[in-house]
């Protein structure tokens, strides 16, 4: 929904795109309903995206990079920087770092990681947070972590682990149906030839062990072959890159993968576990 909040609280890439889609559309003569009809959206949306009454999707900007021109590069370089302009504060460069990775090392104990939630998962799972968020908000949200997913099919490839504890496999968000269909689509994304998925089993620590009692964990690699490490708590989050803490870090995360399930037998569970929810 429109709102003059939006204008208040725009973005520079959000603004970029509206001056820009404006300009590229009246030096083509294109009135607002006419670019609206060539996007498959109405004149009032492209109104709406121009005047910075409402947030430009990322679907509209593929259809925009299409339509206006020449350079659709543009488009899709915007389109990043969009989406990290709609992401909470705490997200704060850290997106940039995910989606330029060579290669990423993901530890997720109490929910399944952001970058594999279904929608409805993230919907239920943003609609039912605290601080309560409004419709719009949570809708905003959820397109911009949908359209991280961009990321398994980049090319070249980034190089994706993901330990994820069986108790993030078994908690439901809205319904069993949902939770559900997580599952499926983890088990399709253990598939892929670039991600490896471990489920840490709830009786892991019974042998005398256990390396994930300290919460989730992100370790990225750089284009440079440079490792940083990402934690969040209570909305709060810190990147760190002293290469000694990031070392611990990233020890950490290989301890937590030895005490997981193996590759195969961690698909054989997750798809185990979505039968039952049936």
């Not at 992401?87 to 399944?112: C, H, I, M, R, T």
């Not at 990147?239 to 590759?263: C, E, F, M, N």
Request: with cysteine; glycine share 6%.
């Amino acid at each position: 929904m429109a709102s003059s909040k939006n204008k208040e609280t725009a973005g520079p890439a959000a603004r970029m795109v509206a001056f820009v889609v404006r300009h590229m559309r009246q030096r083509m003569g294109l009135t607002q309903d006419e670019l609206g009809a060539i996007i498959g959206y109405t004149g009032a949306a492209v109104s709406a995206m121009e005047t910075l009454a409402q947030p430009v999707s990322d679907e509209m900007l593929i259809q925009l990079g299409q339509a206006l021109g020449d350079d659709v590069d543009f488009f899709e370089g915007l389109r990043l920087w969009v989406r990290m302009e709609k992401l909470p504060k705490k997200f704060d460069g850290y997106l940039l770092l995910e989606q330029s990775a060579v290669a990423l090392l993901l530890y997720a104990n109490y929910l399944v990681h952001g970058l594999f939630q279904t929608e409805r998962y993230a919907r239920a799972l943003m609609a039912g947070g605290f601080p309560e968020k409004s419709d719009e908000r949570v809708e905003e949200l959820v397109q911009a972590r949908m359209s991280r997913k961009v990321l398994f099919d980049r090319k070249p490839s980034c190089q994706i682990e993901l330990v994820v504890d069986e108790a993030a496999l078994r908690r439901p968000f809205g319904s069993m149906e949902i939770l559900r269909e997580q599952l499926e689509y983890l088990a399709e994304c253990a598939r892929r030839r670039n991600v490896s998925i471990f489920v840490l089993p709830l009786d892991a620590a019974l042998m005398g062990e256990f390396a994930g009692a300290r919460g989730e964990l992100n370790v990225a690699e750089t284009n440079e072959h440079v490792r940083i490490a990402y934690l969040e708590v209570q909305d709060e989050s810190l990147s760190i890159t002293d290469p000694a803490k990031v070392s611990v870090h990233a020890q950490r995360y290989a301890k937590i993968r030895t005490q997981a399930l193996g590759a195969r037998e961690s698909l054989a569970f997750i798809e185990r576990l979505a039968r039952e929810g049936s």
